[in-house]
Antibody, heavy 120, light 108 residues
Framework: QEHLVESGGGVVQPGRSLRLSCAASGFTFRSHAMHWVRQAPGKGLEWVAVISYDDNEYYADSVQGRFTISRDNSKNTLYLQMNSLRAEDTAVYSC??????????????WGQGTLVTVSS | EIVLTQSPGTLSLSPGETATLSCRASQSISSNYLAWYQQKPGQAPRLLIYGASSRATGIPDRFSGSGSGTDFTLTISRVAPEDFAVYYCQQYDNSPLTFGGGTKVEIK
């Protein structure tokens, strides 16, 4: 049974950094692309970043240069390093499992998310 | 960037009716890399349809997807009480991956 559990959210001041983690279990983590998706309060879904099984990374324009996605296959864990945070980054951040090795697969399982609030 | 426009924004239906949700892309989506997700309040999204028309594992056959190129449709036949939720389309053809703004299916 697949599980994705995010952690690391909280309240952070504008301009500061935060690192999110996503612990995966129940599937062969190293074989799948993994994504971060965010949802601002009361808003729709926004894709943030993807890392393929072989560490190719892609980002949304809104976070390019500020956020870095990474993975540790030995720990079955996905990360999102978020720097230079802005108020508009406030959202629930969820990790999602890609259906295959690259970004050209749908998201077939999602975590529940962790809330990041950027506020002074 | 491929922009996805969903319509209508809200659909008010009675249980047993048919829901027709539209997703229009700003440019053609190759290989029909178009998915539909369902999200209920406080829950994670759930994959319903991928490849424009293939149902994901465990999805009832009252959910069907169709379309190609730039115009896609999600149809829910005989809407059940548990189907009232927000539905998103998503393209996974090109980076940046994008979602539509969502259609809320509410009880009339």
């Amino acid at each position: 049974q697949e599980h994705l559990v995010e952690s690391g959210g909280g309240v952070v001041q504008p301009g500061r950094s935060l690192r999110l983690s996503c612990a995966a279990s129940g599937f062969t983590f190293r074989s799948h692309a993994m994504h971060w998706v965010r949802q601002a309060p009361g808003k729709g879904l926004e894709w943030v970043a993807v890392i393929s099984y072989d560490d190719n990374e892609y980002y949304a324009d809104s976070v390019q240069g500020r956020f870095t996605i990474s993975r540790d296959n030995s720990k079955n864990t996905l990360y999102l390093q978020m720097n230079s945070l802005r108020a508009e980054d406030t959202a629930v951040y969820s990790c999602a499992k890609g259906g295959g090795y690259s970004h050209t697969y749908p998201f077939d399982f999602w975590g529940q998310g962790t809330l990041v609030t950027v506020s002074s | 960037e491929i922009v996805l426009t969903q319509s209508p924004g809200t659909l008010s239906l009675s249980p047993g009716e048919t829901a027709t949700l539209s997703c229009r892309a700003s440019q053609s989506i190759s290989s029909n890399y178009l998915a539909w997700y369902q999200q209920k309040p406080g829950q994670a999204p759930r994959l319903l349809i991928y490849g424009a028309s293939s149902r994901a594992t465990g999805i009832p056959d009252r959910f069907s997807g169709s379309g190609s190129g730039t115009d896609f449709t999600l149809t829910i036949s005989r809407v059940a009480p548990e189907d009232f939720a927000v539905y998103y389309c998503q393209q996974y053809d090109n980076s940046p991956l994008t979602f539509g703004g969502g259609t809320k299916v509410e009880i009339k």
